[in-house]
């Protein structure tokens, strides 16, 4: 990942310019390109591949860009097995988010040695990682994405601009005119004009660089109402982001690396947090994130060991599943809150500041693999796996840590309607209903374009707040936390919807990321038939139920069969 590109998603807004200036600034030498589309999506995580597979089986012309050169985002780039809900093999998403995990597995029936018994399990999950029912390596995700996009490439009716970042905007108004990307690798500008825009990134870019109305960080109460809302807002206080890594076991050898920068500090770090950590960072008894107090924990590559394994928390594959000699110890990945980097956000702050804490979430990502591989405790009383090693093809970089952080939190617009506690919050909505909880669900929308469920997850804080994991209702997501408040063409399709710093502890995963960019991806097919703009489709009940109509017949869910609170 480029650095220089993650600093300009993550400082304050740049100007905004004339578009005319803009071009006769530009350098003689690297000039503008200019492509047109129907839609322009920024953005190729899950919800920006999504937007673009229904907007391109709508039938329209689609640019994507992706600031890496992985499309998928947290499935990929960011290295996370999808994290997901108990119904989710029976119902709970959309129709082409099964069809992807179907292809997952498909995939690994078709192109990997699997033992007879897992070939034949129709939930397959590759990892056995007990944090997923389909933990896989990312580069399966990639190949997946890609081949359901490949269609619409051949087709020419999407082009995917890899390695390009979002640099400026054109703005008239109320509406987002033209957008220009730069290539990583090239310095060249492209100019993206389309009627309408669709910001997928990771931390909300597109808001800032267009104007458009958005928080950052915590609410306050007196604002949201919110139970666990901060008495004062806080926009520094961002969720933890994560620098994941792949490892995998090789008894009798010695892989250790160099002894990081930051090792001594990291080795003794005590996290500052309210309520307290109680004890270092480095440590396999972790903070129950429900009840913040020490739940016992162990890692053990050989799997001897019982009780709470780490190295099988989020593991991508695992030897057993495979012909004997395909695969020694298997890969587990490292996501974990031993590597949660809380010490300063990355939105908002200066350059200088963002690139700080990038180097130091890398730091603190190398400086837990140097402490299991040297002074760690392992079950059977000795220190230190140096047969741990990592695994740089896993995640296609060279240095074994992930493409890109793991991103919890990310700008959010000022929606037409925001997501509250008080929406989906389990203790919240019983005590809003008067109801048990045996009887409670989340808020009814009338204008849902889909559904999700996960408990309000969020790690801890750049604000020093500790873990907030509270019990939550499954959901709906309302079309109106999908609209900008002012501007009129440009539409989100990632965590930076119209939630919550606490709401979105709860919409953030895959599943629902993916949901929400499909019918963003619709939506903009719908408005580009009626010529209407997707605020009036939301206000014209019969356009709303037109529109949630089309979102049944693409097998997108709108409400929950009767289902227990998470």
């Known amino acids: 990942m480029n650095r220089r590109s993650f600093l300009q998603r993550s400082v304050g807004a740049l100007p905004l310019l004339g578009w005319q200036p803009l071009l006769a600034a530009a350098d003689d030498r690297a000039r503008d390109r200019e492509l047109a589309a129907d839609v322009v999506i920024v953005g190729g995580g899950l919800g920006g591949c999504a937007a673009a597979l229904a907007a391109c089986r709508g039938g329209l012309r689609v640019v994507l860009t992706e600031e890496t050169d992985w499309i998928g985002g947290q499935s990929t780039s960011q290295a996370v097995p999808p994290d997901e809900h108990p119904w989710i093999e029976s119902f709970g998403c959309t129709r082409s988010y099964r069809e992807y995990r179907e292809a997952v597995r498909r995939f690994y029936r078709e192109h990997y040695p699997l033992t007879a018994e897992a070939r034949a399990n129709p939930r397959l999950n590759p990892g056995n990682g007990w944090v997923s029912r389909i933990c896989h390596e990312p580069r399966v995700s990639l190949a997946v994405l890609e081949q359901m996009l490949a269609p619409h490439v051949s087709s020419g009716r999407l082009r995917v601009l890899l390695e390009h970042e979002p640099v400026r905007a054109e703005v008239e108004g109320d509406w987002v005119r033209a957008v220009a990307v730069r290539g990583r690798e090239t310095g060249r500008t492209v100019i993206l004009r389309a009627p309408y825009v669709v910001d997928a990134t990771?931390?909300?870019?597109?808001?800032?660089?267009?104007?458009?109305?958005?928080?950052?960080?915590?609410?306050?109460?007196?604002?949201?109402?919110?139970?666990?809302?901060?008495?004062?807002?806080?926009?520094?206080?961002?969720?933890?982001?994560?620098?994941?890594?792949?490892?995998?076991?090789?008894?009798?050898e010695t892989h250790t690396i160099d002894?990081?920068?930051?090792?001594?500090?990291?080795?003794?770090y005590v996290p500052e947090m309210t309520p307290p950590w109680g004890g270092p960072l480095f440590q396999w008894d972790l903070m129950d994130p429900k009840t913040l107090k020490k739940r016992p924990m162990i890692f053990d590559p050989t799997l001897k060991a019982s009780g709470m394994n780490l190295w099988t928390y989020r593991r991508l594959i695992d030897p057993a599943q495979f012909l004997s000699g395909t695969y020694g110890s298997g890969y587990s990945l490292v996501n974990w809150p031993q590597n949660d980097y809380w010490l300063g956000p990355i939105i908002g702050g200066t350059a200088e500041e963002v690139a700080r804490h990038l180097d130091r979430a890398r730091q603190l990502s190398r400086s837990l693999l140097y402490w299991m591989q040297t002074e760690a405790p392992r079950p059977d009383g000795g220190t230190g796996w140096p047969g741990l090693r990592l695994c740089p093809g896993i995640l296609g970089t060279a240095d074994g840590l992930a493409k890109y952080p793991y991103i919890r939190e990310a700008r959010r617009i000022r929606a037409e309607f925001t997501v509250k506690e008080q929406h989906v919050g389990t203790e919240a909505r019983r005590q809003a209903t008067g109801r048990a909880e045996g009887d409670v669900s989340a808020e009814v929308?009338?204008?849902?374009?889909?559904?999700?469920?996960?408990?309000?997850?969020?790690?801890?804080?750049?604000?020093?707040?500790?873990?907030?994991?509270?019990?939550?209702?499954?959901?709906?997501?309302?079309?109106?936390?999908?609209?900008?408040?002012?501007?009129?063409?440009?539409?989100?399709?990632?965590?930076?919807?119209?939630?919550?710093?606490?709401?979105?502890?709860?919409?953030?995963?895959?599943?629902?990321?993916?949901?929400?960019?499909?019918?963003?991806?619709?939506?903009?097919?719908?408005?580009?038939?009626?010529?209407?703009?997707?605020?009036?489709?939301?206000?014209?009940?019969?356009?709303?139920?037109?529109?949630?109509?089309?979102?049944?017949?693409?097998?997108?869910?709108?409400?929950?069969?009767?289902?227990?609170?998470?």
């Open 445 to 566: 929308f009338a204008d849902s374009v889909g559904i999700g469920a996960y408990r309000i997850d969020l790690h801890p804080s750049t604000g020093k707040d500790n873990y907030l994991d509270l019990s939550s209702l499954p959901f709906q997501i309302p079309l109106g936390c999908l609209l900008p408040q002012r501007v009129e063409n440009l539409l989100p399709a990632a965590k930076n919807i119209g939630t919550t710093h606490i709401t979105n502890g709860a919409y953030r995963l895959h599943p629902v990321e993916w949901n929400i960019g499909e019918s963003v991806g619709w939506l903009v097919v719908s408005a580009l038939q009626r010529k209407e703009p997707p605020r009036q489709i939301r206000k014209d009940l019969k356009r709303r139920a037109e529109f949630q109509e089309l979102l049944r017949q693409r097998g997108i869910e709108l409400e929950w069969p009767r289902v227990r609170p998470l």
């Open 202 to 252: 990771e931390l909300g870019d597109l808001l800032a660089l267009t104007g458009t109305e958005h928080v950052i960080g915590a609410e306050s109460r007196a604002e949201t109402g919110e139970p666990h809302a901060r008495e004062q807002a806080a926009p520094e206080s961002q969720q933890a982001i994560t620098w994941c890594f792949a490892i995998e076991h090789c008894p009798g």
């Open 259 to 268: 002894r990081p920068e930051e090792y001594g500090f990291w080795r003794g």
